[in-house]
């Protein structure tokens, strides 16, 4: 079977002071498990899905059978996009301007300050539950910034994924209430650049 549910990369403690333990339990424990048992539960009648890899699922789901494609749009969605979150998070691991990924930035958006701005904005003003995203579009070969709803996956819209924050509150909420703004600042002390440099380069190649 080609889907499994895994442990995270880290202790549940290792980002703590800006992600607490006990929120990085819940959301790994009960949230990620819940969108992979879902998604899980809706291909069951399906093994050729079994067999698929959930980024080929998602790139296609019009290739879906449409009583099950609202599902695994959802709980495959948040199945992936948790674990892509969980890949790129890591303490102490800084901006490099001098990184493949640092010029790429700094080429698009000026500096990193105003990459800093343009991606912390488009993660406080998407409404509701959703991700904000650094992405490389294969057409244009360029970086963007995009939101999206729910557990839409950019995968889907044929953008691929190179950073992501999670903004649904119970990413948050134990430790910031309803202070978002707070939240996604402290998320820039445990991006792990090395992983998005390394995505960035396998894409662009």
């Known amino acids: 079977m080609t889907h499994q549910f895994t442990e995270l990369p880290y202790g549940y403690d290792s ?13 790994h424990d ?3 498990k819940a969108y992979f048992d879902k998604f899980m539960t809706a291909i069951k009648d399906y093994p050729e899905l079994h067999k698929k890899p959930i980024e080929n699922i998602l790139k296609d789901l019009s290739k879906l059978p449409e009583n099950i494609k609202p599902s695994v749009t ?40 105003d990459f800093k701005e343009q991606f912390s904005n488009s993660a406080l003003t998407l ?4 991700w904000s995203w650094l992405v490389y579009d294969e057409k244009t070969k360029k970086l963007e910034i995009i ?5 839409d996956c950019p995968l889907s819209i044929e953008k691929i994924p190179l950073l992501a924050i999670d903004v649904w509150e119970h990413t948050y909420y134990l430790k910031y209430q309803n202070r978002r703004a707070e939240y996604i600042e402290e998320f820039f002390n445990i991006i792990n650049w090395e992983k998005v440099e390394e995505l960035f380069v396998e894409a662009r190649d």
């Open 74 to 113: 959802n709980n495959g969605g948040g199945f992936y996009n948790h674990d892509f979150f969980w890949s790129i998070l890591k303490k102490n691991i800084p901006f490099n301007n001098a990184s493949e990924i640092g010029e790429a930035i700094i080429k698009k958006f000026g500096n990193f300050e």
């Open 15 to 27: 980002l703590e002071p800006y992600i607490d333990e006990a929120t990085m339990k819940i959301h």
């Open 30 to 32: 009960k949230h990620h």
């Open 147 to 151: 939101q999206t709803k729910n557990q």
């Open 127 to 130: 409404f509701g539950s959703g």
